[in-house]
Nanobody
Framework: QVQLVESGGGLVQAGGSLRLSCAAS????????MGWFRQAPGKEREFVAA????????YYADSVKGRFTISRDNAKITVYLQMNSLKPEDTAVYYC???????????????????WGQGTQVTVSS
């Protein structure tokens, strides 16, 4: 089992920035690929970004490309999501996820990941 705990969500004005963190514990070999998803009210959970173990490979949804940056610190077993130029449509609960499998795609699905955090709310006001 892997436990994932997100932090860093909050309320920010449009154009502002937030940095989310996700700390992993447990069977850390199951964190080869780590990702962020988000779910807005009334919508399905959608892929935001992912990163492989080395950190050399990163993947982003088209809607956040150029504004969000995913990174990881394997010594701390923590993945980060730096979110800049935030828009009201970025408002959602953001979830951290992990899997021992290697993925190399900008189009990852909920079913591609095995472990999930509890989520952290991000609200962007206009």
């Amino acid at each position: 089992q892997v436990q994932l705990v997100e932090s860093g969500g909050g309320l920010v004005q449009a154009g502002g920035s937030l940095r989310l963190s996700c700390a992993a514990s447990g069977r850390t070999f199951s964190t080869y690929t780590m990702g962020w998803f988000r779910q807005a009210p009334g919508k399905e959970r959608e892929f935001v970004a992912a990163i492989t173990w080395s950190g050399d490979s990163t993947y982003y949804a088209d809607s956040v490309k150029g504004r969000f940056t995913i990174s990881r610190d394997n010594a701390k077993i923590t993945v980060y999501l730096q979110m800049n130029s935030l828009k009201p449509e970025d408002t959602a609960v953001y979830y951290c996820a992990s899997t021992p499998r290697a993925y190399y795609s900008n189009y990852l699905l909920v079913g591609d990941f095995d472990y999930w955090g509890q989520g952290t709310q991000v609200t962007v006001s206009s």
